[in-house]
């Protein structure tokens, strides 16, 4: 761990790669989420009902066709375009660390590594798309609960909703965080030459049997957690003040302030996400070079 943070810190281009594997995984939404307003149980009603209605009455239209066929076309090209960059850019950190000075472990090259990282990590991912399936029929059966009496108008319907069924979203967090581990691990195996099944399992039973493994885990996961939580509340200060700012019609002395405090604020989160990730990143590969004997 000591290891990881030196080499890290140590090392600004290795930000840049972490954090860009981040972001077009999904952690874009982390910095976007504290600039965005929820959606409130009538303006959601308002936006949802009428297409639901059509759907249910009517039959599928053409709009709900288009609208399904669209999010179906952009969830597809942001899952196999994000995975296959994020897979690159994984065997590119992952091949920097392995070469650098603190190891000097020289990986194999091979054809298609970036499609068997990227295969490996969608495979990973298999017991949270099911957590995430059942999750998702409790999610609507309690939206629909919450839109038919819903409770406290002041907290969003998205809180609301998660107060009632918690548990229901703890099982597909847990088992996302264990398939990015268990992905992460799988990739650097492949990279030190094994195959896609062979690296799977032996990261799957890694992360059973061995507690440095585990450590591994708990300890990047918590970090990375830890800051991105500091990230995003600092964040969410600074655009609050902001926005409130423009609404009350502040001078231009004290908008362009609380555009610079923001604009920093964003940009400081961003760099702490950059070397956390980057912690992570190097600390995985330590450790997976360290159990594969390397």
Do not use: C, K
């Not at 840049?16 to 972001?23: E, G, K, N, R, T």
């Not at 190891?103 to 990590?121: A, M, Y």
């Not at 399936?133 to 038919?148: D, G, N, P, Q």
């Not at 502040?250 to 604020?265: K, Q, Y």
Request: proline share 5%; no cysteine.
């Amino acid at each position: 761990m000591a290891a990881a943070i030196l080499s890290a810190l140590a090392r600004p281009r290795w930000w840049v790669l972490a954090l860009a594997a981040f972001l077009v995984r999904g952690g874009f939404v982390v910095l976007i989420l504290p600039i965005v307003i929820p959606p409130t149980a009538a303006g959601l009603a308002n936006l949802v009902a009428p297409t639901l209605i059509g759907f249910v009455f009517g039959g599928p239209s053409v709009t709900f066709l288009v609208l399904v066929a669209t999010t179906a076309a952009i969830g597809g090209t942001w899952l196999v375009g994000g995975g296959l960059l994020g897979a690159w850019l994984d065997v590119a950190l992952v091949r920097e660390v392995a070469a650098d000075d603190e190891l000097e472990v020289p990986l194999p090259q091979r054809p298609g590594r970036v499609l068997r990282v990227f295969v490996v990590r969608l495979a990973a991912h298999l017991p949270t798309l099911v957590a995430l399936a059942w999750a998702a029929t409790r999610i609507v059966a309690e939206t629909y609960a919450e839109l038919l009496s819903p409770g406290d108008p002041d907290v969003p319907i998205a809180l609301r909703v998660a107060a009632r069924i918690p548990e229901t979203l703890l099982l597909p967090s847990l088992a996302w965080l264990v398939g990015e581990a268990t992905g992460g691990l799988a990739a650097r195996r492949i990279m030190a030459g094994l195959g896609v099944r062979s690296a799977l399992a032996s990261a799957w039973l890694d992360l059973v049997r061995h507690p440095s493994v585990v450590a591994t885990f708990i300890v990047t996961d918590v970090v990375v957690g830890a800051l991105l939580v500091l990230a995003a509340l600092v964040t969410a200060v600074t655009w609050n003040g902001l926005r409130i700012v423009l609404v009350d019609g502040g001078t231009g002395l004290e908008v362009r302030a609380a555009l610079l405090m923001f604009g920093a604020a964003w940009l400081g989160g961003a760099w702490i996400i950059s070397l956390a990730t980057a912690f992570r990143q190097v600390a995985w590969t330590f450790e997976a070079l360290r159990r594969s004997g390397r």
